[in-house]
Nanobody, 128 residues
């Protein structure tokens, strides 16, 4: 089982950028995918982005396409979420999640990563 620890949240203004980091440890990650979920007050949890560890295939929710960029540093066992042009609607607690994953990363499949290992959340607050 993998352990995850997220960091990098904070309070920013609309239009600013933040980079979230996730440290992964405890298992060989070759068959894993890593996802960033978020949950805003009063809203359902949603998958923001995901990436397969070995091949680097990515997925982005429509709401963040063109603004967010997910990446990994396999040598350091780190995953990142670069968030640009932040909007007040991006305000949420962000979680990094990892699980074994096969198949294409699509809207219909990325939700299954929720059954994996979760790190603690990091709060992102975007003021208007």
């Amino acid at each position: 089982q993998v352990q995850l620890q997220a960091s990098g949240g904070g309070l920013v203004q609309a239009g600013d950028s933040l980079r979230l980091s996730c440290t992964l440890s405890g298992d060989s990650l070759g068959s894993y995918a890593v996802a960033w979920f978020r949950q805003a007050p009063g809203k359902d949890r949603e998958v923001v982005s995901a990436i397969t560890w070995y091949s680097g295939i990515t997925y982005y929710a429509d709401s963040v396409k063109g603004r967010f960029d997910i990446s990994t540093d396999n040598a350091k066992n780190m995953a990142y979420l670069q968030m640009n042009n932040l909007l007040p609607d991006d305000t949420a607690v962000y979680y990094c999640v990892a699980d074994h994953f096969r198949g294409p990363l699509r809207a219909a499949t990325v939700g299954s990563l929720a059954s994996g290992s979760w790190g603690q959340g990091t709060l992102v607050t975007v003021s208007s």
